[in-house]
């Protein structure tokens, strides 16, 4: 989900207004709604303040996620498999 979405989403979440967050913040309205809109981007001075605003972490704000690689889930897996195998091992000797 874009960061305008994001923002329009848990804007609307907490019944405020486009002039009340612009209030809030510091900025125009205008700015507010070329956000939500997609137009521009807030100034990365404003992300903390956005999401504290708005009731959310920056990682949600920017749609951060971790993912792993499938070589990294791979070795994981892998790694579990050999404690399990070493378990069993000790259990049964």
């Known amino acids: 989900m874009a960061i305008g979405d994001i923002i329009r989403k848990y804007r609307k979440n907490k019944g ?8 809030c913040l510091g900025v125009t309205t205008p700015a507010v709604n070329k956000w939500e809109k997609g137009n ?3 100034d990365i001075t404003l992300l903390v ?7 959310i972490t920056t990682d949600e704000l920017l749609s951060f996620k971790i993912e792993l690689a499938d070589e990294e889930i791979n070795q994981y897996l892998s790694n579990v498999q050999k404690d399990l195998e070493n378990k069993i091992f000790h259990i049964w000797r």
Do not use: S
């Open 49 to 55: 303040p956005i999401a504290r605003l708005l009731g």
């Open 40 to 42: 521009t981007l807030p």
């Open 16 to 23: 405020m207004t486009q002039e009340e967050m612009a209030a």
